[in-house]
C-alpha cells in the first residue's frame, strides 16, 4: 500500500526485494546493509478479508542484529522495518510511507491530500569501491563505475566532467562516523541521475562515506508570482514551500507588455532573462533557509512556465510569441545541466521544463494537465487556467483538446472601477439579499462579514479599499441573482425606485456596494468588462466542446491564483463555465506546480505529460470561422442562451426570458456594440 | 574502393545509396540535392578480370540537370560525378576518395602513405523545415526535429542548451547564396555529433543555408612537445599540423619533477593545467592560421596524453601516479563538451580522450597501439615507444600485453656527458671505420658528413656542440661493431695502442668523437648510462615475450620522436629490442599522434581501441619477481646472453665471447654494481 500492489514471494524474500519485483519504489540508499534507513515500511495489521489476507506481525521476521543495530544506533518509530532486513514470513499487508501529500485545493491543508507516488530520477547509491591495485591498473573512476554495477546493477554509467578531478580526493576521505568498510575497499555514496537526456544514467556527485539526504526543487514561473516547493528524493518530504514576486513586473505588467519591451529594447530580454533567474536562486535560497537544507544538496529540478516565461526563463527573443502565427522556438520537453542557465544548486543538478501545448498553452497548462489529468479520465474534464489568457483543456481517456482565450485582465482587477490586487482591505466576498437589495460582504484583514457587530471597528485598520477578483465574479453574479442585471448584463434602473442601492450614472445605472470612503460601486462598465472576459473563457470552452461533440462536462477543474479564489458556484453561475453538477466542479489551486512536483518525484510522470501533449489536439481559436458567432452568443448570461438545467437545480437562477431569446444583447447600445467589435478582434488577432 | 566493397544494385540506384548500403561511408552535406557537391566519385576505367567486371563510363548515367548545374556553378573535376545523382547503369568499378593519407615515417612524407577510411562523428545535414503553422503548434526546433528525422533519419535528436536561443534567428535568416528552397520551408544546416556520450544524437550548431566544412584536430600532448592535426571532417584532408612545446617545462623538464612539483605547491596543479590548456589553445590557433580556418568551425577533438599529462590536462591532480600502486584516476576513454575545460573551439564541440592502458602506459600507448594494431596482426608485433618510460606493446589477434618499463631520461640525452637537445649543432649521424677507428658523422644543419670537403666550413655557422640522443645510440652501436667496447661494454683500453682516438680517463678509457671545443667523447660513463637504459627496455620487452611464451617477435614498431630519429638497426645492434628481421622492423614516428587522427576521422576507431585497452593485459613490473634478473641479464649487448642470428645475419656482429658468456656483466666494478642495484630498485619501486 498505496499502490495496492500484490504478489507471491517464497518464505524469506526480503520485502524490499519483493516491493521493487512488483515495482513499488523504495528507496535505498546503502543498499541493504541497513545503514540508511530510507527503506522503513511498516505491517498492516488484520483480516482483510476481501482480499483473503491475514496480515500480522507474525508473518515478518524478527529483527536481525544489523536492524537491532540500526534501531539502537539511530531509532526506528513504533511500527516501522527496514524492508532490506525484514523478510516477508507469512501474507502480509505492508505500507510503504509517502511522504508528500499534495492538497489539491490550497498547498498544506489537507482536506483532499493527495498521494505522489515516488520514483524519483535521482538516486543515491552507497558503494564499496576496491582500492588500487597494481595488478589490475583500472582507473578510480572505472572502479568506481564497476562497483555501481555490482552492487546497484547500473550499465553504461557516465559522469559529468566536473566531478573527475574530485574523484581521486572523495574516494580516499575516511570519515569518522562513516559505516564500516570492509577491508581493501573504500565507502562512498554516488548520486545518480537516471533521466538525463542521455539514454544513459550519469553519476552527478559524489561523497565519502553514506550521504543520507536529497533535495528537489519544483517551480511554477508566473507572470506576477514564482511559487516553488523544495522536497526530499528521499522521502517525499515537503522541506518548504515558498513564494516570490516575479521581479519582471518592473518590465511590464502584462506578458504582453513584456514582449513590447523586448522589441522596444535591444538589451530587454537579456535583463528579463537576467531578472527571473535571479529571482528563482533567491527563491532557492529562500525555501532552502525554511527548510534547513544546503542548497548544494538539490540535485534536480522541474519548472512549469507560461510560454512567455518560458521563453524568457531559457533565454529565448518571446517576440514571435507576441504576433501570429505564434510560433514557440521550442515545444517538447526540455532537460539540462540547472548550471547552464545559471541556476545556483549542486552543480551536478539537472533541470526539467515540461513541455509546451501551443504558444499560448505553456508548460504550466502541462503541469495543470499533469496534475488534474484529464487524460486519465473516463468521463470528460474540463480544466481551466484563467489569467490575461484562459488556458482551457478538455477531454477524457480517448481524446484531448485544449484552446487559449482572451479573456484580458479584467478577471484580475482590471478594468474595473473600483477593482483592485488581492490585499487587505480588498473586499473578497458579497452575499445581496434578494428582496432588500442589501450587500453583505467580507473583506481581506477583516474577521467579520459587513453585517455583523464591530465589523466597522474591524475595518478601520485595513479599511475597504476596493473589489478584489474573486469578489467581482461574485458580486455580478450576485446582481444577476437578485434580479439587479438582467440575463444580458443590464443593470435594471426601474429598480432605483426600491432601493437606493441603485443609482444612475449618466445614461446606466450602478449597484451601490459600500457608500463610504473610497465609494465603491458596480458601474454598467464593469458588468460589461465582465461580461466580455467571461464570454471570452466561455466561448473557447463552448469551441473545444463542440470539437468534443458533447454539449456536457462531467467535471470541472478550476486552476491557478484565481481559480483557487472564486467560488466555482459564481463562476457557473456567470457563466464563465459551462452548466455541471456542483459537486463535480473544484477549484485546486496551483495544479501547475503540483504537475511540476509530480514529475520531479516520478520521472514516470515526465514521459506522462510529454506522450500526452504530443496527442492533445491544440485548436487556435484565431483561427476558428465559428469562434466569433460562439463569443457574442457567450455575453449573456446563463439560461439566456444556453440552458443551464444542473446550475438551475443547486441555485435558483432567475426566470429564463422567452421574448429576446436568440437576440444579440445589448444591440441598444452603440458603445457596447463598438466594445463587443473590438473584443471580437481581440479574440481574432 | 579503397575498401573493395562489392553487391548487386538495381539499375538506376544511385551511386550514394549503393555505397551507404554496403556500409561505405560517402560524404553528403545537402541530402541529395547536388548542391554540396561533397558526395564525389570516379569511375575506374578497365576490365578487371579478376573480378569478372567490365567497368566503363558507359555504366554510369549520364549527368542530369542538377549535376550540371552543380559542374556550371562550383564546377567539377575531370572524371568526378557527384554521386547522388549519378545511378548505376552497369558493372562500376568506384573510387571514393579518402584525402587522408597518413605517413607512417614521418608525417607528409609520401613513401609509405596509408589511407583511414572515414567515417567521423560529426556530419553536416541540410534541410528543409516547416515554416510555422498555427494549425500545428510545434515549436521552431522541434520542427527541425521532425525534419532532420524525416529528410536523415535521426532520431531522438538532442540539442545543445546553449543553441535553444538562437534556434529562432538563425530559421529565419536568409542568405543571398543559399540554395533555393522549397515554398514555406527553411533551408538550415544542422552539425550533427552522434558518437556523444549519450546513446542519442546531439545538434551541436546550426547554420542558416548550406554550411559545407566541419574541421576537427587530434592532439598529442607530450612531456616536451604538443603535437596537432586540424584536419577537415568532411573530406579527410589535412588542413595543417603543427606543433609546440609543453609550456610545463617550466615547472619541471621530466614527468617526475611535475609530479613532485604539484606535490611541493599547492596551486602546482591548477597551474600547470592552465598553462597546458593554454597552449592547445594556442596552437589551435596557429593551425587554423596555416590552414585559413575559423577556430568555430572545429566541432570534434581527440587527445591522447601519457598518464601524467591526462591528468594534469583534464584537472587532475597527478600525485597518486607518482608512487604505488600508480592509481589512475581514471582509465576509461572519457568524452565531453571541449568548452567544459576552457578549449576553444566551437561551443558545440566534443572532445574525445582515448583510454590509459596503465598508471604508466597512457592514451598515448592506446593511440599507437590504435596505429599500428598489434591487436590487428596475425604474427606477433612489437611497438615500444621510448621516452623516460618505455610503454610496451606485445601482441597479436589473440592477445596483447603491456607494460612499461623504468628507461630513465639517458635515451633523450640527458646522463651523457657530451649529450644535448636535437638542435643545430648536435650529431645526429655517426660512423667508426672498425679497422681505422676513425669517425664521421653528421652535425644537424650541416649538409655534409664531417669527412667531405668543405665540412668544417660549413659547420662554422653551428658549431659541432654535442651528441643527441639517438646518435648516442649510434655511436655506442658503432663502438660495439667497431670492437671499441665490448659486449659487456667495457671500453676496450688496449686499443689506445692502435688509435689516438681511445683515451684514457681515470680508470676507465673514453672514445673521443671530436677533438675541438668542445671536445666530444664518450665516455665508460655513458656507455654505462645507455647500458642501463637499453636493459629496462630490453628486460621489459623480454617479461611481455615470457608472458606471451614466446622467443622471438614477427615486427618491431619504434613510436615516438624518439623511435623516429633512431636507426632500428642500431637500435638492435645495441639490444634495445630483440632480434628481429631488419626489414620487419620500422620507426613509425607520432603514432600515438596517427592514433588520434584515426579515431577522430572514424568514430569505429575510438569502440575499436577502447575494446582493445579492456582486453590488453596489463603487466606490472615492479610486481614481478623476475624482472629484475632479466634486467641484469640485458645489461650485456647482443650474442653475449641472447644470440641475435638475424641481426647477424644482416650485420657483422663481433664474435660471441664464450668464455663468460651468462656470467654476470661488471663484476669487476663496485661502482659500476651499485648503479646496477641503483637501477634494479627504480625498476622495483
New interface residues.
Given amino acids: 500500500m498505496p499502490s495496492g500492489k500484490r504478489g507471491r514471494f517464497p518464505i524469506g524474500t526480503p520485502v524490499l526485494d519483493a516491493a521493487r519485483s512488483l515495482g513499488v519504489y523504495v528507496e535505498s540508499v546503502c543498499g541493504g546493509r541497513a545503514t540508511c534507513g530510507r527503506c522503513q515500511v511498516s505491517v498492516q495489521e488484520g483480516n482483510f478479508a476481501k482480499h483473503k489476507i491475514v496480515s500480522s506481525l507474525d508473518h515478518i521476521s524478527v529483527k536481525g542484529p544489523k536492524e537491532d543495530r540500526y534501531e539502537r544506533v539511530r531509532g526506528l518509530p513504533e511500527g516501522r522495518r527496514l524492508s532490506c532486513s525484514a523478510t516477508v514470513q507469512g501474507d502480509l499487508v505492508i505500507d510503504v510511507p509517502q511522504d508528500t501529500v499534495i492538497n489539491a485545493q490550497v498547498v498544506r491543508k489537507a482536506a483532499t491530500d493527495r498521494v505522489i507516488e515516488r520514483n524519483p530520477a535521482v538516486q543515491l547509491c552507497y558503494v564499496e569501491v576496491e582500492e ?11 572502479r568506481l ?1 564497476a562497483a555501481l554495477e555490482k552492487e546497484w546493477g547500473w550499465k553504461d554509467l ?1 559522469v559529468v ?2 566531478l ?2 574530485q ?3 572523495i574516494l580516499r576521505t575516511r570519515l569518522p562516523d562513516q559505516p564500516e568498510v570492509s577491508e581493501g575497499k573504500w565507502g562512498v555514496t554516488a548520486v545518480v541521475h537516471r533521466d ?5 544514467p550519469f553519476i552527478v556527485a559524489l561523497y565519502p562515506g553514506l550521504k543520507n539526504e536529497a533535495y528537489g526543487i519544483a517551480c511554477d514561473i508566473g507572470s506576477t508570482t514564482i511559487a516553488m516547493h523544495l522536497v526530499s528524493l528521499l522521502s517525499g518530504r515537503i522541506a518548504a514551500s515558498s513564494g516570490a514576486a516575479n521581479p519582471q513586473i518592473r518590465f511590464g505588467e502584462d506578458l504582453m507588455s513584456r514582449v513590447s519591451y523586448v522589441m522596444m529594447n535591444p538589451d530587454g530580454r537579456e535583463a528579463m532573462t537576467k531578472a527571473v533567474r535571479e529571482a528563482v536562486n533567491e527563491l532557492i535560497g529562500k525555501v532552502c533557509a525554511e527548510g534547513n537544507v544546503n542548497r548544494e544538496d538539490i540535485f534536480d529540478s522541474v519548472f512549469v512556465c507560461n510560454p512567455i516565461m518560458h521563453h524568457l526563463f ?4 518571446p517576440t ?1 510569441l507576441g504576433q ?9 520537453a ?1 532537460q ?2 540547472a548550471h ?2 545559471g541556476i545556483e544548486v549542486s552543480r551536478g543538478a539537472r533541470l526539467y521544463m515540461l513541455p ?4 499560448h498553452v505553456g508548460a504550466d497548462a502541462a503541469g495543470a494537465t499533469l496534475s488534474e489529468g484529464p487524460h486519465r479520465q473516463d468521463r470528460m474534464m474540463l480544466l481551466v487556467d484563467v489569467g490575461t489568457n484562459a488556458e482551457i483543456v478538455l477531454g477524457n481517456k480517448e481524446r484531448v483538446v485544449a484552446a487559449s482565450s482572451p479573456t484580458g485582465p479584467a478577471f484580475e482587477g482590471a478594468e474595473i472601477s473600483s477593482g483592485q490586487r488581492a490585499a487587505p482591505g480588498a473586499i473578497e466576498r458579497v452575499r445581496i439579499d434578494p428582496v432588500t437589495l442589501e450587500p453583505k460582504y467580507r473583506v481581506i484583514g477583516v474577521d467579520k462579514w459587513s453585517d455583523e457587530p464591530g465589523f466597522e471597528e474591524a475595518a478601520k485598520l485595513t479599511g475597504v479599499t476596493g473589489i478584489c477578483g474573486s469578489a467581482i465574479i461574485e458580486v455580478v453574479a450576485e446582481m444577476y441573482l437578485s434580479g439587479i442585471i438582467s440575463e444580458d448584463g443590464v443593470v435594471d434602473g426601474s429598480l432605483a425606485e426600491r432601493s437606493p442601492r441603485i443609482v444612475q450614472n449618466g445614461r446606466t445605472f450602478s449597484y451601490l456596494l459600500r457608500d463610504g470612503e473610497p465609494r465603491i460601486t458596480v458601474t454598467q462598465n464593469d458588468v460589461r468588462a465582465i461580461q466580455l472576459a467571461k464570454a471570452a473563457l466561455y466561448a473557447g470552452v463552448k469551441l473545444l466542446m463542440e470539437k468534443q461533440g458533447i454539449d456536457h462536462v462531467h467535471t470541472i477543474r478550476f486552476a491557478g491564483a484565481f481559480g483557487s479564489f472564486i467560488d466555482p458556484k459564481y463562476a457557473m453561475v456567470l457563466g464563465l463555465i459551462p452548466d455541471c453538477d456542483l459537486s463535480e466542479v473544484k477549484a485546486v489551486g496551483n495544479a501547475a506546480g503540483t504537475g511540476a512536483l509530480m514529475a520531479l518525484l516520478n520521472r514516470d510522470h515526465r514521459r506522462e505529460i510529454e506522450q500526452t501533449v504530443r496527442k492533445i489536439e ?1 485548436i ?1 481559436t ?2 476558428e470561422p465559428h469562434f466569433q458567432q460562439l463569443f457574442v452568443n457567450a455575453m449573456a448570461l446563463p439560461n439566456k442562451v444556453d440552458p443551464f438545467p444542473k446550475l438551475a437545480a443547486a441555485v435558483p437562477l432567475p426566470p429564463r426570458k422567452a421574448d429576446d431569446a436568440g437576440a444579440t444583447p445589448g444591440e441598444a447600445s452603440p458603445r457596447r456594440r463598438s466594445r463587443e467589435e473590438r473584443a471580437a478582434r481581440r479574440a481574432r488577432s
Avoid: N, Y
Wanted: include cysteine; aromatic fraction near 6%.
Fill in positions: 588500487p591495485d597494481m595488478h589490475k591498473p583500472l582507473g578510480d573512476l572505472d563505475k557516465l566532467p566536473h573527475i578531478p574523484i581521486q580526493k538525463t537526456e542521455s539514454a544513459r531559457l533565454g529565448i527573443d514571435e501570429a502565427p505564434f510560433a514557440l522556438a521550442v515545444s517538447g526540455l539540462f545541466w547552464e542557465i509546451c501545448i501551443a504558444g491544440k487556435e484565431a483561427l
